[in-house]
């Protein structure tokens, strides 16, 4: 398996723009989370899914966040629109559902001017 | 509440020389503990897993923790560091079946 797959890796944009980050997870995975990781507060828990519904998003910082899970293969995380604060790497992990370990994908780099 | 405390944001050793990262827990029930890594521009690794048993619980490239439930910790341990070693740690708590929780991380730095 190719492990979780994210993207892009790298996303610049300046602010007041949408951003979209992407996320593929482990073929038969039930569990999809998205964290984001700064300096100040470390890995935060935005929102996780379970068999593509949304269970929690008490993480999501503002409406400006959205996150999508249309399929068991397939999830997004939206910003719209970005503001510089929003900067932080992003992450998405998955689970499967007699696990209890979270697999992380390559994380994405978001830098907003 | 779940949360995890790493008391140290550094922890420098040198090469050939035992390692310990520190990790104390507070959580409700049975604690499910974890330890990752990440490298530069990487994502998270896991190294290890407690869920029940023996204590003494053994992982990845070398790596060992130690859980003590008085103590509520979960120390992760290594006898002899190596310099490939140097990244970016991080305790996990879990009661189950909900999302890790996570310590901010210590930086380990392994000097030859």
């Given at each position: 398996d190719a492990g979780v797959i994210q993207s892009p890796r790298h996303e610049v944009t300046e602010m007041g723009q949408e951003v979209t980050l992407r996320c593929k997870p482990i073929s038969g995975h039930d569990y999809l989370f998205w964290y984001r990781q700064t300096m100040m507060r470390g890995l935060e828990l935005l929102i996780y899914f379970n068999n593509n519904v949304?269970?929690?998003?008490?993480?999501?910082?503002?409406?400006r966040f959205s996150a999508k899970m249309p399929n068991a293969s397939f999830s997004t995380l939206k910003i719209q629109?970005?503001?510089?604060?929003?900067s932080a790497v992003y992450f998405c992990a998955s689970r499967n559902f007699g696990g209890v370990e979270q697999y992380f994908g390559p994380g994405t780099r978001l830098t907003v001017t | 509440a779940q949360s995890v405390a790493q008391p140290e944001d550094q922890v420098n050793v040198a090469e050939g020389n035992p390692l310990t990262v520190k990790c104390t827990y507070s959580v409700s029930g049975n604690p499910y503990l974890f330890w990752y890594v990440q490298y530069p521009n990487r994502g998270l690794q896991f190294l290890l897993k407690y869920?029940?048993?023996?204590?003494l619980v053994k992982g990845s490239y070398g790596f060992e923790a130690e859980f003590n439930k008085s103590q509520t910790s979960f120390h992760l341990k290594k006898p002899s560091a190596l310099v490939s070693d140097s990244a970016l740690y991080f305790c996990a708590v879990s009661s189950g079946n909900t999302p890790l929780v996570f310590g901010k991380g210590t930086r380990l730095s392994v000097i030859a």
């Open positions: 949304p269970i929690d998003d008490s993480g999501m910082p503002e409406d629109p970005s503001e510089p604060r929003d | 869920i029940t048993g023996d204590n």
